[in-house]
């Protein structure tokens, strides 16, 4: 068997490590490449050759590793893979393959010479579910495979396409044509006076001379149309038409008026045509009886699927028939832009064009890719939605459909794969033109797993338009419009955000927006009088202040996320194509106001993360651009500026509005020239609330614990979530600062800066009231950093009097708590749960505890992250328990153990668990620290070793109080050691002093 080979392998042929490894699978690089092979050594050396393709299913270069070092060292990936011998056994080679579960199954895949995966193939079938976790279901490996190969063939079909062969030669043009002049030229013309001789020229050289230039002057500023006149006083074949300033379409409209042959051609200012363009594109006109000829050569479209992919257009180097532009009601004066793409693709719906064989003198450069309007994305949307059709389908209201156009990175692709609630949920993944790995991942991901789809755009388009895409395809009646750069909720939102808009006069509704830090970045948009411009309401602020303030009205959405009902998304035809990503939502708000259709709230109880800001500078200032049109719009001006709400709300949170300024936003703050837009602001203030009744602080709760999923597991969160409950229902404005967010400017607007010391030094913030709460590793503590605050306390009596007489900065001592709402004796009967129970996360060391009451054999039930490094996997009841839980097992617990850090134990800081457990009147073993009988009255024993340990947690527990007993003392715990009576503590001392310095 494979997986018992232990010899050295040769690392220095690709081709020879692949078909080795069992990492090339004939079919998929078949499908990949398009072709067929006849043995696996062809497709392996075909892979190889071939650069950015996969040799397997479950191997994906751009997965295992973002610096991508075997580009760097000149490797095939495959080969850097095996050759990483330690890092490997580490590394996912595919979102659906987890080494670990590998391992766990067959421990002698770590030894492998070729790694887990291919140890893995070696030894599964068809059958053989696939080792990952992040589905919710298993999936066959036999199911997966035919899934990517399929993937993989429709992606290739999608992007590698013959193009249409150009026809030539050119034939002979009729002796007599049907009209005279044979063609009208119709020309765009603004202030471009020095252009004129030059293109005219151009066309006065012309083989064919029976033509007819109509020229278009819109309301030039210089001398456009002066020369214009001159050029047609000596040239009877040139009508110039004075227009005012106008846009491109209704100038090119107002010329096709004044045209009478059988076809048209267009001239811009600035082009030129060699001279026997005309009578050759004419004679292949006449020939073929097309509508629309078009000189295909280059890389402009010559199908009408290649001008949907987004090829170039060159109406310049285009022949059409005057009456099909007529038919088709000629163009779109709505477009700021992309006209003539429009035009093409409404005269090809019903015929192909015909590309021919006629050169061209140069093709017009590039337009750069801007962030205002785009127009192009706009105009391919009406090929890609079918509103009226999609207006026909039936949706269900039992079905939340989100969609999310893919963003550029497929891991977090497969975050929100794997994220999405499979009940009652789907997920839409929209790919706008992706690269060969993104789209067979997404694709193939996509199709194992119930509830998501696939769906792939063929153009190159905006952000918004490829969101239509999605919504054009949504079963729900409601349905969540995401963008890439927002992450999965921490917890489920969507059924909350789709029970809002399911009310009759709510349009759009819109989570709360916090960044990395858990900063808020957004609750909405928000409107100045005489400003088209909006602000991120709540931006800067702590989550707490949103929490506060509750749901609300605001004047439009400013989200990565937006929920709505699906009809009214239909009724709408979608957000505006013409976005490119950002404000298309506050857009698509505004419309639904105006069009009746309903309001837009907040909901500050949902959250999600953004990854990004929320826009970058000049991508705020093109999106701002494009929102000035729809404001101004507007019957009633600036929405939401005559009823501004906002100082209201602000109120709740404790803030109060003084003033309101405009911040410039520019491309470029070192050029007064650059683009740049006026962003409105509001100054504001915090409420001075310490002579209310009762005294009204807002406090800012410091901890080390990580922002996001991470730090949530944390014990310091649950303790400081606690502490500000308790200080909530004090009346106190508490946010909880997660040390990603503790410098936030919003810092400024409070009272108390309460630092909960934990493994991180904060530096007093100036002009606050700076409070530390030192509640572990004391070790970390210098006199220099509690000397900087102004109020010090510590979670323990012995080492509070030690450090004030050594350090001479007075330590109050204050123990830490319990939330009595979950632990208290009432939670459980007691001795009806496990013998012998520990709650807790390894902390990446052998806790103490744990050890000993293995190494006795005692009957542990262990339930916390991190632990299989020192366990076995069966000795782990499970990897966490909800906090609001973890009081049940204490009360129902035969004995409950707990640790301390050393530095803890040395210096008795009694433990957070020691607080809760005692509180449901437990029995608790712990190692020995000063205090605990005066403190917690007979309920915590001490063991010094695991014969003492073994001795101890024998039933019938007789060196424990009784039940009645165990249940008075809890009642103590709880009167005196609460988060409300330390909130008491916090709040009495905090207006004593703060009122002391007025």
């Known amino acids: 068997m494979r997986g018992e080979r232990r010899h050295q392998v040769r690392l ?106 291919s140890y893995w193939l070696s030894v599964s079938g068809g059958g053989t579910p696939l080792p990952t976790r992040i589905l919710p279901r298993k999936v066959s490996w036999a199911t997966y495979r035919a899934a990517a190969i399929a ?87 040139v009508t110039v038409v004075r227009e005012g300033r106008c846009g491109h379409a209704q100038a090119l409209n107002v010329a096709l008026e004044h045209s009478t042959a059988e076809h048209v051609a267009f001239l811009p200012l600035g082009r030129e045509w060699l001279p026997e363009m005309l009578e050759e594109l004419l004679a292949h006109a006449h020939h073929s009886g097309s509508s629309a000829v078009l000189a ?25 028939r005057r009456t099909a532009i007529k038919d088709v009601g000629g163009f779109d004066e709505t477009l700021g832009a992309s006209v003539e793409r429009d035009l093409l693709l409404r005269l090809t719906r019903d015929q192909e064009p015909l590309p021919v064989d006629v050169p061209v003198l140069r093709r017009p450069d590039p337009v750069p890719h801007g962030f205002g309007d785009d127009w192009r994305s706009a105009v391919l949307e009406r090929q890609l939605v079918d509103w009226d059709a999609v207006a026909a389908r039936k949706t269900s209201e039992d079905l939340v459909s989100h969609v999310l156009p893919v963003g550029p990175e497929p891991r977090r692709t497969v975050e929100w794969l794997s994220s999405v609630p ?61 963008r890439p750069e927002a992450m999965p909720p921490r917890q489920p939102i969507a059924e909350r955000l789709a029970e809002v808009v399911r009310q009759p006069d709510v349009a759009t509704a819109q989570p709360l927006v916090v960044d990395l830090d858990g900063v808020v970045l957004s609750a909405g948009a928000r409107f ?31 989200a990565p996320l937006v929920a709505l009902r699906t009809d009214t998304a239909v009724a709408l035809r979608g957000v505006s194509p013409r976005f490119h990503s950002v404000l298309a939502e506050t857009d698509l708000g505004l419309r639904a106001e105006r069009a009746g259709l309903g309001r837009s709230v907040v909901v500050p109880d949902t959250v999600i993360t953004s990854r990004t800001p929320y826009a970058g500078d000049e991508e705020l200032i093109g999106a701002m651009g494009s929102l000035r049109a729809s404001v101004e719009s507007l019957p009633d001006g600036v929405p939401g500026a005559h009823d501004d709400r906002a100082p209201d709300l602000l109120l709740r949170a404790g803030l109060e509005v003084t003033d309101q300024r405009n911040r410039r936003v520019s491309a470029d703050p070192e050029d007064r020239t650059a683009p740049s837009v006026l962003v409105p602001e509001l100054v504001v203030r915090p409420v001075d609330g310490i002579r209310e009744s009762p005294p009204r602080l807002r406090w800012a709760v410091d901890i080390a614990a990580p922002a996001a999923q991470r ?60 409070v530390e709460w030192i509640i572990s590793h004391p070790d970390m503590l210098a006199p220099e950093e509690v000397a900087g605050f102004d109020l010090v306390y510590a979670a323990s009596t012995t080492w509070s009097a030690r450090m004030t007489r050594e350090w001479g900065t007075p330590i109050q001592p204050l123990l830490q708590c319990t939330d009595t709402r ?82 803890m134990r040395r210096d008795s800081f009694a433990s957070n668990r020691l607080f809760d457990a005692a509180a449901c009147g437990a029995r608790i073993l712990s190692d020995r620290i000063d205090g605990l009988e005066e403190t917690f009255s007979g309920l915590v024993l001490p063991f010094d070793n695991e014969h003492e340990l073994a001795r101890l947690v024998q039933p019938p527990y007789d060196a424990f109080p009784d039940n009645e007993t165990r249940r008075r003392i809890a009642t103590r715990i709880i009167a005196e050691h609460s988060f409300d009576k330390r909130a008491e503590t916090l709040i009495d001392d905090a207006v004593r002093l703060l009122l002391a310095r007025r």
């Open 528 to 558: 100045s009088r005489g400003n088209p411009h909006p602000e991120l309401f709540l931006a800067g602020l702590p989550t707490s202040d949103a929490v506060r303030i509750g749901q609300s009205t605001v004047a439009a959405p400013a």
């Open 296 to 320: 295909g050569v280059g890389a402009v479209g010559r199908s009408r699927l290649e001008l949907v992919g987004g090829r170039p257009v060159d109406l310049a180097t285009a022949l059409l």
């Open 422 to 482: 499979r009940d009652g949920s789907e997920l839409i993944l929209v790919g706008v033109r992706l690269r060969r790995a993104h789209h067979v991942l997404a694709a193939s991901v996509a199709a194992v797993i119930a509830g998501a789809r696939f769906v792939s755009v063929p153009a190159t388009v905006s952000m918004s338009a490829a969101l239509n895409a999605g919504i054009a395809q949504a079963a729900g009646s409601t349905v969540l419009l995401v």
């Open 151 to 237: 993937a993989a063939a429709d992606w290739r079909a999608e992007v590698v396409l013959e193009r249409p062969e150009l026809v030539g030669p050119t034939p002979a043009l009729p002796d007599r044509l049907t009209t005279s002049p044979a063609v009208t030229v119709v020309m765009s013309a603004q202030d471009a006076g020095p252009l004129v001789h030059q293109t005219v020229a151009s066309l006065q050289a012309q083989t064919l001379t029976d033509w007819h230039l109509v020229a278009v002057d819109r309301g030039s500023l210089d001398d456009t149309a002066a020369v214009l006149q001159g050029v047609a006083a000596f040239d009877d074949r």
């Open 12 to 117: 220095d042929d690709a081709t020879e490590v692949l078909v080795a490894s069992g990492l090339v699978d004939t079919d998929y690089v078949a499908a990949q490449l398009g072709t067929t092979f006849a043995t696996v050594q062809e497709a392996a050396r075909a892979a190889v050759a071939a650069g950015d393709v996969s040799p397997h299913p479950l191997f994906e270069a751009q997965w295992i590793g973002r610096r991508r070092s075997w580009q760097r060292l000149g490797q095939h990936p495959v080969l850097w893979y095996v050759s990483e011998r330690r890092r490997r056994n580490r590394i996912s080679p595919h979102p659906l393959v987890d080494p670990r579960i590998i391992f766990a199954a067959y421990p002698e895949a770590r030894h492998h010479p070729y790694g887990a995966l």
């Open 711 to 770: 730090g949530d597991r944390w014990g310091d969160t649950y303790f400081a979530r606690s502490l500000a409950d308790a200080l909530e229902r004090r009346g106190q404005h508490v946010a909880v600062d997660r040390r990603d967010a503790r410098e936030r400017d919003s810092r400024d607007f409070d009272d108390v800066l309460l630092v909960l010391r934990g493994l991180d030094r904060v530096a007093p913030r100036p002009g606050l009231l700076n």
């Open 822 to 903: 979950w632990f208290h004796p009432d939670r459980a009967e007691p001795d009806t749960g496990p013998a012998l129970l520990f709650v807790g996360n390894s902390r990446g060391v052998y806790r103490y505890a744990v050890r000993s009451a293995l190494a006795i054999g005692a009957d542990l039930t262990l339930h916390g992250n991190d632990w299989t490094e020192f366990v076995e996997r069966d000795q782990i009841a499970s990897g966490g328990v909800a906090n609001e839980e973890v009081g049940v097992l204490y009360a129902s617990a035969g004995i409950v153990l707990n640790d301390h850090h050393l530095d």
